[in-house]
C-alpha cells in the first residue's frame, strides 16, 4: 500500500518559514506529478503548488507566489515545499498528492501536517 508521508509543520510567527517533505517509499516516484495541497478551517481544499514528474515545470497558486517553492528528489522519492514570509492567512493543514502522468484525478494524498502561523 503506497504511503505519503509528510513531515516538518508547525508554529511560527508571522515572516517566519517552514519547509514541508512529503516521502513517498513504496512509490514508482518519477512517473507521478506531486503537488501540495492546504484546507484551512471552513474552507475547501486548495491546490497550493505542483511539479511535474522531472521538476522542470511548478505551477503556484496566486496567493503563495513569490513566498512558496515546490522542489522534488526523485532518488530519495521526496517531495518539498519551501514556505517563506509566512501569514496568518497561511494557517491550515498541508496535504501532498500524488497524480500518475496522464491521469486527471489524484490517486494518493498524504495524512496532512498542520502549519499554524501566528504571534
Known amino acids: 500500500q503506497v504511503q505519503l508521508v509528510e513531515s516538518g509543520g508547525g508554529l511560527v510567527q508571522p515572516g517566519g518559514s517552514l519547509r514541508l517533505s512529503c516521502a513517498v517509499p513504496?512509490?514508482?516516484?518519477?512517473?507521478?506529478?506531486m503537488s501540495w495541497h492546504r484546507q484551512a478551517p471552513g474552507k475547501e481544499r486548495e491546490l497550493v503548488a505542483s511539479?511535474?514528474?522531472?521538476?522542470?515545470?511548478?505551477n503556484y497558486a496566486d496567493s503563495v507566489k513569490g513566498r512558496f517553492t515546490i522542489s522534488r528528489d526523485n532518488v530519495k522519492r521526496t517531495v518539498y515545499l519551501q514556505m517563506n514570509s509566512l501569514k496568518p492567512e497561511d494557517t491550515a493543514v498541508y496535504y501532498c498528492?500524488?497524480?500518475?502522468?496522464?491521469?486527471?484525478?489524484?490517486?494518493?494524498w498524504g495524512q496532512g501536517t498542520q502549519v499554524t502561523v501566528s504571534s
Open positions: 498528492a500524488a497524480r500518475e502522468r496522464g491521469n486527471d484525478n489524484y490517486d494518493y
Open positions: 513504496g512509490l514508482t516516484f518519477g512517473i507521478y506529478n
Open positions: 511539479i511535474t514528474t522531472t521538476g522542470t515545470s511548478t
